[in-house]
């Protein structure tokens, strides 16, 4: 399965999810490739900053050629993950074209909502030509003990793309083991953040097998 992370609205935590999801499907044993779509490069950094073996391997692309040359390397691999680009692009364009399953992600803000206009147009003008391509949003960077994230997908179910019950909340965790070239997944493999993230992943994997069943 080839993902997507895409949201044009910077600031939603698009890389940490990339890095997280990554390894939380490594840890179940796939094959799993991540590829660094974004000019700034922050997941190649975070590659960068690590000084043990790699959890997986990690490639930039940040050339709006995706959706041609990505197919030929997933062959290689059960899962890729691509890290999209922060803004509306050929670039954000070749990678939603390039993927099976796109995942938007939202902070629980009204202006993260209306934001989500843009990358909903994107993927609806994709899955024209793309008619097996799926979308999902995913609430992130919750704030720990409010009901705001409930209140985000009502919010966002104006739109025609559904919201998986996995959240993920704001923790400092995340920023400590991305200084590393870590993930949560290790420095606390049984901590609520990784809670989270095992269940994103879950739920991605499930959301993918019923949509392939379809």
Do not use: C
Not at 103 to 110: A, D, G, N, Y
Not at 166 to 180: C, E, I, K, L, P
């Amino acid at each position: 399965m080839i993902v997507a992370i895409e949201n044009q609205k910077g600031g939603v935590g698009k890389t940490t999810l990339a890095i997280h999801l990554a390894h939380a499907l490594a840890l179940a044993g796939a094959r799993v490739l991540l590829i660094d779509a974004d000019p700034q490069g922050s997941a190649r950094d975070w590659a960068a900053a690590r000084l043990g073996e790699p959890l997986f391997p990690a490639i930039g692309l940040d050339r709006p050629v995706l959706h041609r040359e990505v197919p030929a390397i997933a062959r290689d691999y059960e899962h890729v993950i691509i890290d999209g680009p922060p803004r509306v692009s050929e670039l954000a364009r070749s990678g939603i074209m390039a993927s099976d399953l796109v995942l938007i992600p939202v902070t629980p803000s009204p202006y993260d909502v209306w934001a989500a206009q843009e990358i909903v147009r994107l993927v609806q003008e994709a899955a024209a030509f793309k008619e097996r391509l799926k979308s999902v949003f995913t609430i992130n960077r919750k704030i720990v003990n409010t009901a705001i994230g409930r209140d985000v997908i009502e919010a966002l179910s104006q739109y025609p793309i559904a919201t998986l019950g996995a959240q993920v909340s704001q923790r400092v965790s995340f920023a400590d083991s991305a200084a590393a070239g870590s993930t949560v997944l290790e420095a606390d493999p049984r901590g609520a953040a990784a809670r989270e993230i095992l269940a994103l992943r879950d739920e991605i994997l499930q959301y993918g097998r019923d949509e392939t069943q379809k």
